[in-house]
């Protein structure tokens, strides 16, 4: 059976790494992707990855950049430019359909849709509570989580 790579957001150094689980070792170089490298303690760099139901690409959240980079999984590589979003994006997760992706944007206090075929905000930010940390998708079908019950249908939810 084939495993899957795991990709690491390295908040402090503007990288993402990527580790073949198989053998449990970082694959080449890191990936500089275009944000800022954090000030421990002050802000972060690149903060959460999503990847599409696909397994083509991925997005990371850049925190202190206030913006999303798309990276190609196949390539291992930078795709076009960095997609401004709102101030602060904490958190990102890409909707089951793999249509859009929503970032939780913690500064500004709201939520940003991005239509991912054409990587471009859609629509003004929706402001949503004061900082917003986390996102989450909910798949179209029934699941149960550890001791919370089943849960059904999608729903998007930013937490306060």
Do not use: C, W
Not at 35 to 50: E, F, K, L, M, N
């Amino acid at each position: 059976m084939a495993t899957s790579p795991v990709y690491v957001a390295n908040v402090n150094d503007g990288t993402i790494s990527k580790i073949d689980t198989s053998t449990f070792t970082v694959v080449g170089s890191a990936l500089a992707i275009g944000g800022r490298p954090s000030v421990p303690g002050t802000d972060y760099g690149p903060y959460v990855i999503a990847i599409d139901p696909a397994g083509t690409y991925a997005y990371v959240a850049n925190y202190n950049t206030n913006n999303v980079t798309k990276i190609s999984l196949a390539s291992f590589t930078v795709v076009g430019s960095l997609l401004t979003v709102g101030a602060g994006p904490q958190s990102i997760v890409i909707d089951p359909a793999g249509t859009y992706a929503y970032t939780s944007n913690y500064t500004a206090g709201t939520v940003t849709k991005i239509n991912l075929s054409t990587f471009t905000t859609v629509g003004s930010a929706l402001a949503v509570g004061n900082g917003p940390f986390s996102i989450v998708a909910a798949v179209e079908a029934a699941f149960t989580a550890p001791g919370a019950g089943v849960h059904a249908g999608r729903r998007l939810l930013a937490v306060s």
